[in-house]
């Protein structure tokens, strides 16, 4: 256990004047209570860190980084939490750093604790972009998404959720221009899921990952676990100044950001692909496969085993 020594007010002074100098992460204090915190991550990038933990009546569905980015004409919001209320919460912060317009709401992929804030931007009547299947698969699973966060979230929480689908369709790469700056956005083969999206702020060289990254938060798997693997193993030799995860940390860097996230999918695969060949079952799978991961992450016993069944399912018929 380590030693826990008392802070003194020299500590606290030092350790504020080095925050406020580092290049990396700089602190943007919300003017009001009813703000999320950001930090500006590179000059005009922005993110608001989710909590490690799963949606319920008092996180308010915020359990997942969100960002923005200012460019001389416009603002683009990159996810928007998981409930119009924190969604909301996002949107007055983004409004204590810049009165510009904000001109896109970008979501990396379908999932609730990802586009359930977009209803909070519905005045600015921004352009609404993501990947060319999120409509549909997003649409398919409207039904079920709703019902679950409307019982999780509770009835306060879940006030003014509703479904927004992209109104403009990304197919291959498609460039924004914010003035000055640009985001190149890229669709993703199926990994995470089958709508997943990356954006690169040119200006910055910063590359936002979505749920492609997890760190501490265990990842979690609806899409193909072989295809994860061969994307990070792409993104594992791609050059960036940084990337910001979908949970995790604000920023991170490669290639190191990806280590972790890519032995717990091997793990995985590599166990499940024992046990089938051993002729055990599914059952069997969900009891050991990956356990050895346990200690390394948040939120394991809630999705780990989700994450096995989904990699038995594909790895089967290999």
């Known amino acids: 256990m380590c030693e826990r020594r008392p802070i ?66 416009g603002v683009a919001v990159i996810d928007t939490l998981g409930s119009a209320v924190a969604g909301r919460e996002l949107r007055d912060a983004i409004r204590a750093v810049t009165d510009k317009p904000i001109r896109y709401v970008i979501n990396t992929h379908m999932h609730p604790d990802h586009v359930f804030g977009n209803a909070a931007f519905k005045e600015d009547d921004p352009v609404y972009v993501g990947h060319h299947k999120l409509a549909r698969d997003l649409a398919s699973r409207a039904d079920r998404y709703l019902a679950i966060n409307k019982q999780m979230l509770g009835d306060a929480a879940f006030q003014g959720i509703e479904i927004i689908l992209p109104t403009l369709a990304v ?30 702020d040119t200006a910055t060289d910063t590359l936002f990952l979505g749920d492609l990254l997890f760190s501490v938060h265990v990842p979690t798997l609806d899409g193909s676990i072989k295809g994860w693997l061969a994307l990070l193993d792409k993104l594992s030799r791609r050059e960036a100044a940084r990337v910001v995860p979908g949970h995790g940390p604000k920023a991170m860097e490669l290639p190191g950001a990806l280590e972790s996230e890519q032995r717990y999918l091997a793990t995985i695969a590599n166990d499940v692909r024992r046990l089938i060949k051993e002729g055990k079952t599914l059952e069997d799978a969900t009891k050991v496969a990956g356990f050895s991961e346990r200690d390394a992450w948040k939120l394991f016993d809630q999705y780990h085993v989700r994450n096995v069944t989904a990699a038995f399912a594909e790895l089967e018929w290999e």
């Open 8 to 73: 003194s007010r020299r500590n606290l002074v030092e350790a504020a004047l080095a925050l406020a100098a580092s290049p990396l992460l700089r602190y943007v204090p919300a003017a009001l209570a009813d703000q999320a915190d950001i930090s500006e991550i590179a000059p005009g990038v922005f993110v608001h860190q989710g909590r490690y933990e799963i949606q319920s009546p008092e996180n308010r569905g915020d359990m997942a980084n969100a960002c923005f980015v200012v460019g001389r004409d």
């Open 171 to 200: 197919d291959g790469m498609q460039t924004l221009d914010l003035g000055a700056r640009s985001l190149v956005l890229e669709t993703q083969p199926t990994a995470h899921t089958d709508n997943d999206m990356t954006i690169t």
